[in-house]
C-alpha cells in the first residue's frame, strides 16, 4: 500500500465501554485480511505515563518491550494482534506537553507564542503519524481516551478533526457510545448516543461508523434511527452487545461486516472473508472444555480484577490451550495467615502470588506460599510472588528468622532480596526500576526449561529489588534453586525447587508476553501441573 490509513476510536456517553476492546477486534479483522495493523492509545491524563497510577485507579500497569509503562489497552491490542507494542502505541497528555515545552525551552519556537493550537495539536498529530511513516504500517488505529465533551480530550479531537482534512479518504472515525436499557420502561433509549454525536459534531468530526454498545441485541428499526438522527449510513450502525467472552467480539464484529464497511470507506478492495481459524479454535475449546482448574490468585488487588487483567488473561488462555475452563478465585492476602491458609487454598489446583509494591498485605503471601510449599500444592509467584517465594524459604528453611526484603526492611541483617547497588542513589519514579524486555538463560535441568524448550528467553520486567546473589549458595545447598539467570548481570531471574510437583519464581512478567494465538509457556506449565 503506497499511504498509510488511519482509523481514529472514539468514546461517548460514558467510560468503560471498551474502546480497546473494538479497536483491537477491528484491528485483528483488518490483521485476518493481510494487512499490517498496529494501534496505539492516546490518554488524556497529564501523568507522563501509566507507572505511577493507582491500580485501584486504573489498572494494571502494562509494560512493552522497550520498557515503557502504559495503559491496560496496551496489553488487549497485543493479546489480540500477537505483535508487540512499543512507546510509541501509548501517548498521553503529559508526554505531549513535556515534549513541547523541552521544544520551547530549546528555542524551537523561534520565540513565538506557544499555544495549544498549533503547538499542542502538532505534536499530537506528529504523534499520531509517526507509526505510520516510521515503520510503513497500512493501518494504524488510534485509540482516543477518555468520553467526548470532556475538557482534557479536546486538543485530542481538533487534532483528529484536523487530520481528516488532510488525510482525506485515508481518515476514518468510529465512534463507540452507549444504548442503556430501561427496565421500567422495558425499552432502549437512543438519546445519549444522540447526543454523543451531535458533541462530536459540534467539536467538527462526523463519525463514519458507530458502534452501539449495548446489554442486549438491538432490533433494525433502533439502529435505524440512530443512523437517521446520526447522520450515519444504516448498515454502518454496528452492535456491540453483551458476550461470555471479550475474544467473541471480533466474530461479532466480521458478522455485522465492520472490517468491510471500513475498507469500502477507505476505497479499498474488500475481497473474501478471512476465515481466522486459530482464533476459531481457541473459542471453540474455551466453550466445549468440560473439566475445569481451580487456580487461587494471591494478591492485594484483589477487589480489582483489572489490577492483573494480563495475568487472568494469561491463566484463561493456558487452561483454554489444555482444554479445560478456568475457575479463578481471587484471594485477598491481607485477609491470609497461618491459621486459615488450609481452610482457603485446600481445595486449589494452583496457586499463583501476584506481584505488587510495598508491604501491605505481604504476609499473607508468605503463609500461602508456606502451606503450597510444604503441601506440594503448584504454586507460581510472579515479580514480589518470586522475591516473597526467596524471603519465605529464607525463614522457615534456612531459618533465617529475620530475613526479609530491603523494600520492606531496610535494617534487617538478613537483606536476601535488595536493590542493587547502581540503582540507589537513582530517585526518580520509575528511574530504579528495571523496565522493559531482558534475556535470560535458562538451566537445561529444570522445568522452566521443559516449558520454553530453549536455553534463552526473552521476558519483561518491572521491579526495582532482586535476589541477593550472596546467598545463593545457601539457597542452593537446601534444594532452592536459581535456574535463570541474566547472562550480562548475572542476576537471578528464574527460582525453583525441582523436588516439589511446580513451584516456580520468576522474576519478570510472563503475563505481558501471552496472546490468545501464542500463550506463555509458563502459563501452559504451570497450568498443565494444576491440572494433573
Known amino acids: 500500500m503506497a499511504d498509510t490509513k488511519y482509523i481514529f476510536v472514539t468514546g461517548g456517553v460514558v467510560s468503560s465501554l471498551g474502546k480497546g476492546i473494538i479497536a483491537s477486534s477491528l484491528g485483528k479483522l483488518l490483521q485476518a485480511r493481510g494487512y499490517k495493523v498496529t494501534i496505539q492509545k492516546f490518554d488524556p491524563y497529564i501523568n507522563i505515563d501509566s507507572g505511577t497510577l493507582n491500580p485501584y485507579e486504573h489498572g494494571e500497569c502494562y509494560v512493552t518491550e522497550d520498557g515503557h509503562e502504559a495503559d491496560l489497552d496496551l496489553g488487549h491490542y497485543e493479546r489480540f494482534l500477537n505483535i508487540p507494542t512499543t512507546k510509541a502505541n501509548n501517548i498521553t497528555t503529559g508526554r505531549i506537553y513535556q515534549s513541547v515545552i523541552n521544544k520551547e525551552r530549546r528555542g524551537d519556537y523561534l520565540g513565538k507564542t506557544v499555544q495549544v493550537i498549533p503547538h499542542i495539536t502538532d505534536e499530537i498529530k506528529r504523534n499520531i503519524m509517526l507509526l505510520g511513516s516510521k515503520h510503513k504500517f497500512d493501518f494504524v488505529i488510534t485509540e482516543i481516551g477518555g468520553t467526548v465533551g470532556d475538557i482534557e480530550s479536546l486538543p485530542f479531537i481538533e487534532s483528529v478533526r484536523q487530520l481528516r482534512w488532510e488525510l482525506g479518504k485515508n481518515c476514518l472515525c468510529v465512534h463507540l457510545t452507549y444504548v442503556p436499557y430501561i427496565a421500567a420502561a422495558k425499552e432502549v433509549k437512543t438519546k445519549p448516543t444522540q447526543h454523543s454525536v451531535k458533541m462530536l459534531q459540534e467539536q467538527g468530526i462526523q463519525p463514519e461508523i458507530l458502534v452501539l454498545r449495548t446489554e442486549r441485541q438491538l432490533g433494525k428499526d433502533i439502529c435505524r434511527k440512530v443512523a437517521l438522527f446520526c447522520n450515519v449510513e444504516e448498515k454502518a450502525v454496528i452492535q456491540s452487545y453483551d458476550v461470555d467472552s471479550i475474544y467473541e467480539v471480533p466474530l461479532v464484529m466480521a458478522q455485522q461486516n465492520l472490517d468491510e464497511i471500513v475498507l469500502q470507506k477507505m476505497n479499498m478492495p474488500v475481497g473474501e472473508k478471512p476465515e481466522m481459524k486459530p482464533w476459531n479454535e481457541f473459542l471453540t475449546k474455551m ?50 495467615n497461618d491459621d486459615n491458609a488450609a481452610d482457603i487454598l485446600s481445595s486449589m489446583d494452583g496457586i499463583l502470588v501476584a506481584p505488587g509494591f510495598g508491604q501491605r498485605g505481604i504476609e499473607g503471601k508468605y503463609a500461602a506460599l508456606e502451606y503450597t510449599r510444604e503441601n506440594n500444592i503448584p504454586t507460581l509467584g510472579i515479580c514480589l510472588g518470586m522475591q516473597t517465594m526467596v524471603v519465605e524459604f529464607a525463614r522457615n528453611v534456612l531459618k533465617l528468622s529475620d530475613a526479609n526484603s530491603s523494600e520492606i526492611d531496610e535494617l534487617s541483617p538478613n537483606k536476601v532480596i535488595d536493590i542493587m547497588e547502581e540503582q540507589k542513589n537513582l530517585i526518580d519514579m520509575g528511574g530504579s526500576m528495571r523496565l522493559g524486555a531482558y534475556d535470560c538463560v535458562i538451566d537445561k535441568d529444570s522445568k522452566v526449561y521443559k516449558a520454553y524448550k530453549k536455553e534463552i528467553i526473552k521476558e519483561r520486567h518491572r521491579h526495582r529489588f532482586e535476589f541477593n546473589n550472596a546467598y545463593k549458595s545457601q539457597f542452593e545447598a537446601n534444594g532452592f534453586k536459581c535456574v535463570g539467570v541474566n547472562p550480562d548481570t548475572k542476576l537471578v531471574e528464574v527460582v525453583e525447587i525441582p523436588s516439589h510437583k511446580w513451584y516456580v519464581g520468576v522474576q519478570f512478567h510472563p503475563e505481558y508476553n501471552s496472546t490468545v494465538v501464542s500463550p506463555n509457556p509458563l502459563f501452559l506449565s504451570f497450568i498443565e501441573a494444576a491440572s494433573q
Do not use: M
Open 287 to 336: 466453550k466445549t472444555a468440560q473439566k475445569s482448574v481451580k487456580i487461587g490468585l494471591v494478591g492485594k488487588y484483589v477487589e480489582l480484577p483489572d489490577a492483573y487483567k494480563s495475568i487472568n488473561e494469561s491463566l484463561l488462555q493456558a487452561a483454554t490451550f489444555h482444554n479445560r475452563k478456568l475457575d479463578l478465585h481471587f484471594i485477598h492476602s491481607e485477609k491470609l
